[in-house]
């Protein structure tokens, strides 16, 4: 309905009310949510648990009736419609809500579907599912904020307050744009240029960035640590920072949503888009033993699915994950259909670069392929011997048959590998240094067994192996076979060993194990290893061994085949292939340039090529000096500093089938489900391809019903403490109506208009009067709207938990300010760390400058969040969190005043007074209160914390308290004193700057 349509209802309520009528029935803010309430649970959008096959959220199902043939809802005449019968009526049989649901109507409410029945039973859609439009803007103020918000206070009779004093107005601005408090300095900036400057300011300020990334990060459940049982730490800080940097650059968010569901697949993606795409790996990760990996990939899958129901949708996706949505239009199946435009995806990581080592590796490969060109101008003829080239080496090869498992696992149960279609097996889950392989194939004249070991982009950096580089060892390969009848498994001699490549064989110091050559990996000692490690740029590609048979293998069919590999560093993913050529060998190149020929050349990727034309070239002689140059190329490739967790588009040879399952059973598949979007949502362009990128454009696009609202209620909510939807997570039919859906619907549009801009967002809900008001009430306005639902006043709120630690380090100088960085690990009680089911032994508390950095830079562990951050109502990161729930607890109050980095910030700000006031206790006092509050102290409060300060002065007179440990934290350090003061005097203040960085006035938004 439209702003106008609801003005003119408005009026038309008010005129029947002046005659002592009803006013008209206003179907979504009256009757939807009494049917939501008490009606679509069994009446409602999942047909396999309707009850008498009676829907009531559609009209024409409502007029039809169930299974009965009697219309529920006969228009204009409620007394003859069935649902008013079975509401009014006494039979528990028949009365509806059922007793047992213990749901019944108020008077109230049935007067109200009575009115709507008489009126017509008109029905309209839900407002959360049309696009939202710019409506009216009452009249009566320039700025819509306050047009909409003064017509509303003015029909309640409930008066506006004043502007916030200065004081109040700059600090509540700093607080909402950069999160930190303005110093007494900065308030006379903004006195002397005024509010629309100082905005532009902060706006601009890196510290904005920084702020606002927070409530996108608990959205997205940002962590540091993996969650579960190990819990162990992760490398995702730099997805953290590319958020960080985003709101920095005031990235639209249209196209923020974008690059972070499928930056990927932009044209030339760049490594920023792929870091974007971090987003929806920030899901836990079990590395429990014996897990079986596909099934917690799916507990992830639904995690990604509720994180954008819930940080973009605004709907409770996961409520269709077992069953069609009981309220909202979501079915079983259209949830499936959303799943499958996630589900066809790697789970990757990758190095992350930095702009020089990018740079560097820009200039190596111009630089190689500079060489690669030198090598052309030598070979006119070289497209034709390279093609000669190719049909020779392909021609050389053995015919290999991949061994088909019938059984495979790992003698330890830790790790349960699984059999891909091209035949490799995919070692995913915790890790395992013993792996076995049971096959039956056909053992007539077999001459040679083949070991690859593959690329694969479930694995960090493609693999081959599972460590954070991707490489990988083998120790030891063992063949057996058991012939039908037989109890037990005949170890096969296997001789003869060859492999694309080894590293050079280097011995321990006592001379023992050695590491390297193919040799190795049959010598019978689990000492020693097969190692093929390229190095930098390099190591990331396939390898193989081939080995032979002491006697070709003849056995009777149904013979069972065995491998078991034991490794140190394992390899995620493997091939084992069996031969019957003479005398079998592995090819004298990289085991990738194999693998790349057997494709069409049409297929090959530009590395394919590359390393195709590079396995020629060193063929040659007399391209020595070049291979030579190119090798030392590759030893200058940069060793990034980190790696992201982030999505990769599946190969197209390769697709995953989405299916739907079973009450969400990850294995109970039923049908395939082809990806598809709700169909009372907007449609998807015809012409589009069904994946990843398509679904992030159709989620951003404008006529999308609930992106943009979303987003705008999330600023309103962090600048208001309240969404004009309460519910952020939950914009659906259950959801309250909103008291300004059309200052809502006003500014999602708005926000689309100009660019999708958050600067913008913000700074226009900041110059309205609805913002700069005073947060003081009359006592009518306290007792009337108690939670200030209405915006008669300003908001008045408890800070954030990162926003209150990170006042105490500015206010009392303590704080550090560097863009960016990997998690800072604060201090937390020995007990906690002790709790944890694997002990974190990289738990060092920073120490200098850094342990000062702000909060947002955290490390964020799952199993055992800070205390600090929980007290003051931060969330772990398991799920996603659209509002945090404000709880006023006596554990805050202790935890700013015994903390750790509250009591180290009372120290620096007892030694800052002393530093930056005069010598008497009142000019102290005076400067304390202005640094905390922007005030003057009251005479009151000044004689408050005078007499705080003589008791505290006493204590340590009387020897009750050491001034050195007060000050220093040990008895037998003393930090350095400002000119003129003393230990006692240090010692006084810290005790009472622990109560003047606790004050609520410090701590709050006021």
Not at 54 to 60: C, I, K, V, W
Not at 337 to 357: H, I, K, M, R
Not at 553 to 574: E, H, S
């Amino acid at each position: 309905m439209s702003a106008w349509i609801r003005t003119v209802v408005l009026v038309a309520g008010i005129v029947c009310a002046s005659r002592g009528l009803a006013a008209p029935i206003d179907f979504q803010r009256d009757i939807q949510p009494i049917l939501a309430g008490h009606c679509t649970l069994c009446h409602g959008v999942d047909d396999k648990e309707r009850k008498g096959g009676l829907r009531l959220d559609e009209r024409a199902a409502a007029l039809r009736g169930g299974d009965s043939g009697e219309p529920a809802v006969q228009p204009g005449k409620s007394s003859a419609s069935e649902l008013i019968r079975r509401i009014l009526s006494d039979d528990p049989g028949e009365q509806m809500p059922p007793p047992a649901a213990k749901t019944p109507l108020t008077p109230r409410q049935i007067e109200l579907l009575k009115q709507w029945i008489d009126e017509g039973a008109n029905y309209d859609r839900h407002w959360a599912f049309q696009s939202p439009r710019k409506g009216v803007v009452p009249p009566g103020a320039t700025h819509p904020i306050d047009a909409f918000v003064n017509q509303r206070l003015q029909s309640e009779k409930l008066p506006a307050a004043g502007k916030a004093p200065p004081a109040v107005l700059c600090r509540r601005l700093y607080l909402d744009l950069i999160g930190l408090p303005p110093s007494p300095e900065e308030l006379q900036e903004f006195e002397r240029d005024g509010l629309q400057a100082t905005v532009k300011k902060l706006l601009a300020s890196e510290r904005f960035g920084e702020k606002w990334a927070r409530h996108w990060l608990d959205a997205a459940r940002y962590s540091d640590t993996n969650g579960y049982e190990k819990d162990l730490q992760r490398e995702q800080w730099i997805w953290r920072d590319w958020v960080i940097d985003a709101f920095n650059r005031d990235l639209p968010y249209d196209q923020f949503l974008v690059e972070q569901i499928a930056g990927d697949l932009l044209p030339g993606a760049t490594q920023s888009q792929r870091v974007a795409t971090g987003f929806l790996r920030n899901s836990m990760i079990n590395e429990e033993g014996a897990i079986v990996p596909e099934q917690f990939r799916m507990v992830e899958m639904f995690d990604r699915i509720d994180c954008l129901g819930k940080s973009v949708m605004g709907l409770t996706t996961q409520c269709a994950q077992c069953h069609s949505h009981k309220f909202d239009p979501l079915t079983h199946t259209e949830y499936y259909g959303l799943f499958a435009f996630l589900n066809d995806t790697y789970e990757a990581q990758s190095w992350v670069y930095s702009a020089e080592q990018l740079q560097q590796i820009q200039d190596l490969q111009k630089r190689i392929a500079e060489a690669e060109g030198r090598w052309r101008a030598l070979r006119p003829n070289w497209n034709a011997e390279l093609a000669e080239w190719e049909r020779q080496l392909v021609a050389s090869q053995s015919v290999w048959e991949p061994i088909e498992a019938i059984e495979m696992g790992s003698i330890s149960g830790l790790n349960h590998p699984t059999q891909e279609a091209d035949k490799s097996f995919l070692m995913k889950g915790h890790t395992s240094n013993d792996v076995f392989f049971v096959g039956v194939p056909v053992l007539e004249g077999i001459t040679g067994l083949r070991l690859e070991i593959l690329t694969h982009h479930d694995l960090p950096q493609n693999g081959p192996g599972r460590t954070r580089q991707g490489t990988w060892f083998v120790q030891e390969l063992e063949a057996f076979a058991r012939k039908p009848g037989d109890a037990n498994f005949e170890k096969l001699k296997l001789v003869n060993p060859t492999a694309d490549f080894s590293e050079p064989e280097q011995k321990s110091g006592d001379g023992k194990t050695a590491r390297g050559p193919v040799s190795l990996l049959i010598d019978g000692s689990d000492g020693n290893v097969w190692a093929a490690d390229r190095g930098p740029g390099l190591r990331n590609q396939p390898s193989v061994a081939v080995l032979q048979f002491e006697q070709p293998l003849n056995f009777p069919q149904g013979t069972q085949f065995k491998v078991a590999l034991r490794m140190g560093d394992m390899a995620g993913c493997a091939r084992l292939s069996l031969t019957r050529s003479a005398a079998p060998r592995a090819a004298p190149v990289d085991h990738g340039v194999i693998l790349a020929l057997s494709k069409p050349a049409d297929k090959r990727s530009a590395e394919e090529q590359a390393a195709i034309f590079a396995a020629w070239r060193q063929s040659f002689p007399e391209a020595k000096p070049i291979s030579d140059e190119v090798a030392t190329l590759w030893k200058s490739f940069p060793q990034a500093a980190t790696t992201v967790l982030h999505l990769a588009e599946r190969d197209r040879s390769d697709p995953r089938t989405t299916h739907l399952l079973d009450r969400g059973n990850w294995d109970q598949p039923r049908e395939a489900i082809q990806p598809h979007v709700p169909a009372a949502l907007h449609p998807l362009p015809a012409d589009a391809p069904l994946n990843r990128l398509t679904f992030a454009r159709w989620l951003a696009d404008p006529r999308s019903p609930f992106t943009a609202r979303v987003a705008v209620n999330r600023v309103w909510q962090a600048m208001f403490g309240t969404g004009l939807v309460e519910t952020a997570e939950d914009f659906g039919t259950r959801a309250p109506y909103p008291e300004y859906r059309e200052m809502l619907d006003w500014l999602a549009a708005d926000f689309m208009e100009r660019g999708w801009s958050h600067k913008n967002l913000i700074e226009f809900i900041v110059t309205s009067d609805v913002y700069q008001r005073d947060s003081h009430g009359t006592a009518e306005s306290l007792d009337r709207d108690p939670r200030n639902a209405l915006l008669g006043r300003g908001p008045r709120f408890r800070a954030e938990a990162e926003v209150v630690r990170d006042i105490a380090l500015a206010l009392s100088g303590l704080i550090q300010h560097r863009l960016g960085g990997p998690g800072v690990i604060p201090p937390v009680p020995q007990n906690v760390l002790d709790y944890n089911y694997v002990y974190p032994g990289y738990w060092k508390p920073a120490e200098g400058p850094e342990r000062y950095r702000r909060t947002v830079y955290g490390f964020r562990k799952r199993s055992m969040p800070d205390p600090v951050m929980s007290n003051f109502d931060a969330p772990n990161g398991d799920f996603a969190c659209a509002r945090r729930i404000r709880s006023n607890t006596p554990l805050a109050a202790l935890t700013g005043l015994n903390e750790t980095i509250f009591v180290e910030a009372a120290r620096a700000m007892a030694l800052r007074i002393l530093k930056e006031s005069g010598p008497s206790d009142n000019e102290r006092i005076d400067r304390a209160w202005r640094i905390c509050t922007l005030r003057e102290p009251t005479a009151e409060e000044r004689q408050a914390l005078l007499g705080v300060l003589a008791s505290r002065r006493q204590k340590l007179a009387d020897g009750w308290l050491n001034p050195r440990e007060v000050i220093s934290g040990d008895p037998a350090r003393l930090p350095q004193l400002p000119p003129g003061a003393s230990p006692q005097d240090a010692a006084a203040w810290t005790l009472v700057s622990r109560i003047l960085l606790n004050l609520d006035e410090t701590i709050s938004k006021n």
